[in-house]
């Protein structure tokens, strides 16, 4: 058998949620690393690590629960037993059409603050992070007093917080704005806090409609709110996976190292559109 890569120490590339969006962005950086895929279907891991070794990286996989801690808390352990843990991506999420506001809460907020805690603790010094949001974040106003608690909450406390048992668990849609939302204020307390003690960068991603496999379960659902809202805003299309892919690679790489607790919002003018009355949610 042929030995494609004889370097040992590689840096880890780890993924959690290996759908089309997170490896779009491990084929950007992957190249020469050591990359770890975790999800919790054993077929998309074969599937997607199949495709990899066969374009020619080197990759490993471990099936992961994203809803438990201690599921992550191995994968993670895993990541840094391969080598130096320089970069995590995080897409494990569910979204409106798919789920309800429980399982919402549990995934894309605790699930993702769990990933947060642990991969806090095996960063590498110069590594960075990225958890992939959603344009929705920017959908429902949260007040001062409700960002705060979030931000001061630990993310076993996340459930109980008021905004989350009074409004996000009305429905889905609620569910998935505030849990969004969530995620760049958990990224925001982790860079200042335990990814900082690393040495070590996170941010967020907030997109906009993106095509991908998944997507189509909200096209099928709610086609005609998702058209009324590419036609509204100012790229007048959708975007792919690919273009996600560009702007992760940036901010994970050594051109965006003074940037650390921030969203970086890549929706076509989606936003800027409800923001001027352009478009209309509902």
């Not at 490896?23 to 050591?34: E, L, N, P």
């Not at 990541?79 to 995080?90: Q, R, T």
């Not at 996976?241 to 650390?260: C, P, Q, V």
Request: charge should be negative; charged fraction near 20%; include cysteine.
């Amino acid at each position: 058998m042929m030995i494609f890569d004889r370097n040992e120490k590689k840096q880890v590339v780890a993924l959690l949620g290996a759908g089309s969006m997170g490896t779009a962005i491990v084929r950007r950086i992957g190249a020469g690393k050591k990359i770890l895929l975790g999800d919790i279907s054993t077929q998309a891991l074969e599937r997607v690590s199949d495709d990899f070794r066969r374009s020619g990286y080197d990759v490993d996989t471990c099936m992961v629960n994203a809803l438990e801690r201690e599921s992550i808390e191995a994968f993670a352990k895993k990541a840094a037993e391969l080598g130096p843990v320089m970069y995590f991506i995080d897409t494990a999420g569910a979204s409106p059409n798919q789920a309800s506001p429980e399982h919402i809460v549990a995934l894309d907020m605790v699930g993702t603050g769990y990933a947060v805690d642990a991969f806090g603790q095996v960063m590498a010094e110069g590594g960075a992070g990225l958890i992939i949001s959603s344009q929705a974040a920017y959908m429902y106003p949260i007040s001062n007093e409700d960002e705060l608690q979030i931000v001061n909450a630990s993310t076993e406390q996340l459930a109980a917080l008021p905004i989350v048992k009074n409004v996000a668990m009305q429905n889905s849609g609620l569910a998935y704005m505030i849990a969004k939302r969530v995620n760049h204020l958990q990224a925001q307390r982790a860079a200042a806090t335990t990814w900082r003690e690393r040495r070590a960068r996170i941010n967020t991603i907030s997109p906009g409609i993106i095509v991908t496999p998944l997507a189509y379960d909200e096209f099928n659902a709610n086609g005609e709110g998702y058209q009324r809202m590419i036609d509204a805003s100012a790229a007048q299309r959708v975007a792919t996976s690919d273009e996600i892919a560009d702007a992760a690679a940036f901010l994970l790489g050594e051109h965006a190292k003074f940037i650390t607790g921030t969203d970086l919002l890549i929706d076509g003018g989606v936003i800027a559109s409800i923001r001027t009355g352009e478009y209309k949610l509902g």
